[in-house]
């Protein structure tokens, strides 16, 4: 396998971006990170991109030509696909391009994902997080994505005294972080006591536990060793990309309270970039709600199963703490664009790792970690990255 | 409106039909072509097998921000239960005041409306769970 | 000997007070209660309709049944409120029963008599040979119009009987009909709601059906109402069957155990069967039962059953129909508006 790395990153801002088509967006997103990375688009061999609802909300599906023939690049025919893994799509993408850069199919590859999840209402919104369970065994008989993890979140409390404060202060601390960050959809602090006081949605989960589903697209550009030496900029290398599954249902797992799929993905990603957990520096994970964070910290092995929570609200997982996770606010502050979210975190990690993260910069960040999952953890994508020398 | 899938799950969504392995014994709601255990061993070899209906709340939520078919329902309890056979479900609990709810509480299937595909639609019934009677 | 093998049942939780319903209407001073002798109805969820009610109450009768699902040969179910104008009741009952498919089915409506008509038919099947044991259901969530008299009494539930010719625990002895086309309450089909025509509903209807049909099943069968342990009549109200049997000749005592409508209302197509379980619930061998009722359009079915020796081998587990009776939650007018669709909602994209 060749080395890779994630050699441009783009963005655009997250929100109610009403103004912004899906094809705007996502031609946004890919032209800043084709220019980040300093290649022409002539140079892409191919293309993955990843929208968990545009087929679904907007009837559209042969998204990967969508996006290549939006950037102008239909005449250089490469190949270009719709990666789906719910809503850890983005991630699935990343993935995908990584292993056609690292099996040395293609030089130069692109991973972009995009989400217009305000062109329809949100009924449907709701469906679309559904969709990530067992529809026929889990939404059919009223079950949502919220329900779902607040089940999960009962039996963490249970199992380990898990309570309403900590899982407050999941959310005050991505705020915290996502008031630095100038293209989050919630640039606000939330102090961890109004979390508890906002509507219930599914008890105990109440709206300030969850993430919302807002606009946005982000794209990374992926090179092997060959092309990134040729190219300006600090180095960030893709060290590993890893990816578990699990049953679909939640009510069919061996266990409430452990994601086995972000296990499985977090020790073969750490094997694979021969680091150990501790050396995590930044993490970017899925926080589709509060307790989500919880969970996936501690499959990731970043703190023991059932000290995540007190670990949050001891301020271990910010600044100055242990590892800072969610620096951009997480998917909560950030907003939850299911499809791009997964490349969302990548670009993240990357500024990190260039050390061009400004207010938001983890200090000395020189490896870092993204996690994605889809529904209640029936696939998870572990990416970690490092930085390696030379400088912007 | 899918007709024809959801008039094929009935057996399932009405009597707890699911299927049990002749091969490895294993016991599957709802049913499988495959037994998860044994797979390939399982072939030609799963029965369908009736489950009685019985089980226990194993954890469950009050779900208040519902989709809008479930809006006459809202607030709803949604629990996992596991059968006394082994398989557990997702389904909601009825008849039962949430507060009272405690992990590993009795229950027992009922018939009940799940939904309909539209006024003009077909009507899904099946399996909620409520207290046991007898 | 062709008769009763098994019976279930099944009424709804919800319970609407008449008080309350006078209250939204204005009609307080009027003691609407007192005057019907109903003080509160039962009311489904948003999640019951005629086919779970129905299924729960037949569920219920195979579960303790000395005969499996396999014997069933016919099934109808008699209602004024099946969930589909065009696809039976039946059949759906019979797929949540288990029931093998080589069996006739189809629903029955008259009115508040379409159970007991389910009960001749079935009667008939078994009687002559063509099926070993037939299924008749009477159920209901009949609707009254909001503010109309009628919204005070109507109600939901289901009873079901298990008809055959083994094991029998009630045996039917005689059995009598008085069918007259007389319009005293109907519902054009696509109207949400039935008409009644107030008065009229009364003498050349309830009463005139009722007490001929019940005369004319007491000189078949040769008997006096004081030969009776228990009757049991079409109660739309708590004042009609009352008046009813006091006109026939029975005594108040007779009839309480089957008199539910003070206390659930008038739950159409189930009400006889359901008084009739009640009765069955308690009776001892050798019990004699007259039951009379009574459908609008109009017309009677009157049975003469004797209780056999076998109920006392028979399970009368629980819940029976006082255990269903008394697992009440009280709801207000806007609750019973929202579950019986009566507010205009929006419409919902499918």
């Known amino acids: 396998m060749r080395p890779v790395y994630a050699v441009g990153i783009g963005i655009t801002k997250f929100g109610e971006l009403w103004e912004r088509s899906l ?279 970043l703190f023991k199963p059932g000290e995540a929570a007190g670990a949050t609200e001891k301020g271990l997982t910010t600044y100055e703490g242990k590892v800072v996770v969610n620096p951009s606010g997480g998917l909560k502050a950030r907003g939850h664009a299911l499809g791009a979210t997964g490349l969302a975190q990548a670009c993240e990690i990357v500024e990190q790792l260039r050390n061009a993260a400004g207010d938001r910069q983890v200090d000395n960040a020189a490896t870092g970690l993204t996690h994605a999952m889809a529904g209640t953890g029936g696939t998870s994508i572990v990416h970690v990255f490092r930085a390696e020398g030379g400088g912007r | 409106m899918q007709v024809p899938r959801y008039w094929r799950e009935q057996n399932e969504r009405y009597n707890l039909v699911g299927s049990s392995c002749a091969n490895c014994g294993f016991t599957m709601f709802p049913r499988r072509t495959l037994c998860p255990k044994c797979r390939h061993h399982s072939v030609g070899k799963l029965e369908d097998c009736a489950f009685s209906g019985r089980g226990a709340v194993e954890t469950w939520t009050v779900v208040h921000q519902a989709p809008d078919s479930h809006a006459l329902e809202a607030p709803y309890v949604l629990a996992i239960v596991k059968l006394d056979e082994g398989p557990r479900v997702t389904t909601q609990i009825v008849d039962i005041d949430p507060s009272t709810i405690e992990v590993g509480m009795p229950v027992a299937a009922c018939f009940r409306k799940l939904g309909e595909s539209g006024g003009a639609g077909v009507i899904h019934y099946g399996y909620k769970f409520g207290p046991v009677r007898d | 000997m062709v008769g009763i093998v098994s019976y279930g049942a099944r009424i709804p939780r919800y319970r609407i007070t008449t008080d309350e319903i006078a209250r939204v209407w204005g009609k307080q001073e009027l003691a609407m209660g007192r005057s019907l002798n109903v003080a509160e109805k039962s009311v489904p969820g948003p999640d019951e309709d005629t086919t779970t009610l129905s299924v729960e109450a037949a569920r219920q009768a195979i579960a303790r049944s000395p005969h499996a699902a396999d014997t069933i040969g016919a099934i109808y179910v008699g209602s004024e409120s099946h969930v589909y104008a065009v696809k039976p009741t039946a059949t759906i009952v019979a797929a949540a029963l288990g029931a093998p498919p080589f069996l006739t089915a189809a629903d029955f409506e008259f009115a508040c008599k379409a159970g007991t008509a389910a009960i001749q038919a079935c009667m008939g099947m078994v009687g002559s040979g063509l099926v070993r044991t037939g299924i008749a259901i009477g159920a209901d969530t009949s609707q009254g119009a909001p503010g109309d008299a009628l919204e005070y009494s109507a109600s939901a539930g289901a009873a079901a009987f298990q008809i055959g010719t083994d094991n029998v625990i009630a045996e039917i002895g005689h059995t009598i009909s008085f069918t007259t086309d007389t319009p005293d309450f109907w519902r054009r089909e696509g109207e949400r709601y039935p008409t009644h025509a107030a008065r009229f509903t009364g003498e050349p209807a309830y009463y005139r059906h009722t007490l001929s049909c019940g005369a004319a099943l007491l000189e078949k069968a040769g008997t006096q109402p004081a030969d009776y342990d228990f009757a049991v009549f079409h109660q739309p109200n708590g004042k009609f069957p009352t008046r009813a049997a006091s006109k026939l000749g029975f005594e108040p005592k007779q009839c309480e155990t089957g008199l539910l409508a003070p206390r659930i209302g008038n739950t159409y197509s189930g009400a006889v069967l359901l008084g009739l379980c009640a009765v069955l619930d308690i009776a001892r061998p050798g019990a004699r039962i007259f039951v009379t009722g009574y459908g609008s359009g109009a017309g009677s079915d009157a049975f003469d059953i004797t209780v056999t020796e076998q109920i006392s081998t028979y399970q009368r587990s629980a819940p029976t129909v006082e255990d269903l009776i008394d697992d009440r939650v009280v709801i207000d007018y806007a609750t019973y508006a929202k579950y019986r669709g009566k507010i205009v909602t929006a419409e919902v994209a499918p």
């Open chain 1, 23 to 301: 094809r705007e967006l996502i031609t946004e997103a890919g032209l800043a990170a084709v220019a980040d990375a300093g290649i022409a688009g002539e140079d892409i061999e191919s293309m993955y991109v990843a929208s968990q609802s545009a087929g679904r909300l907007l009837g559209q599906e042969q998204l990967g030509v969508l996006a290549l023939d939006e950037a102008g690049l239909a005449d250089t025919h490469i190949p270009a696909t719709r990666v789906e893994a719910g809503d850890a799509s983005g991630a699935a993408a990343l993935r995908t391009a990584y292993l056609s850069v690292a099996s040395g199919a293609h030089a130069i590859s692109v991973a972009g994902g995009v989400e217009k999840m305000t062109d329809v209402l949100e009924d449907e919104v709701a469906t679309a997080f559904t969709s990530n369970s067992d529809m026929e065994w889990e939404g059919f008989f009223g079950a949502t994505l919220p329900a779902l993890f607040a089940m999960m979140a009962r039996a963490h409390g249970s199992e380990f005294g898990t309570t309403r404060e900590q899982l407050s202060a999941v959310t005050a601390k991505n705020h915290g972080h996502g008031a630095r960050n100038p293209g989050a959809a919630y640039r606000f602090p939330i102090a961890a006591a109004k979390v508890a006081q906002s509507p219930i949605v599914a008890d105990p989960l109440r709206v300030l536990d969850c993430a919302a589903a807002v606009d946005g697209a982000a794209a990374v550009v992926l090179a092997n060793d060959e092309v990134a030496a040729r190219l300006d900029g600090p180095k960030v290398r893709i060290a590993s990309t890893a990816q578990g599954s699990d049953t679909l249902a939640l009510h069919e797992r061996e266990s409430l309270t452990r994601l086995e799929s972000t296990t499985i993905a977090a020790s073969a990603a750490f094997e694979r970039a021969g680091i150990s957990a501790d050396e995590v520096q930044v993490a970017e994970v899925h926080d589709v709600f509060t307790i989500a964070e919880i969970l996936a910290l501690e499959a990731l092995t």
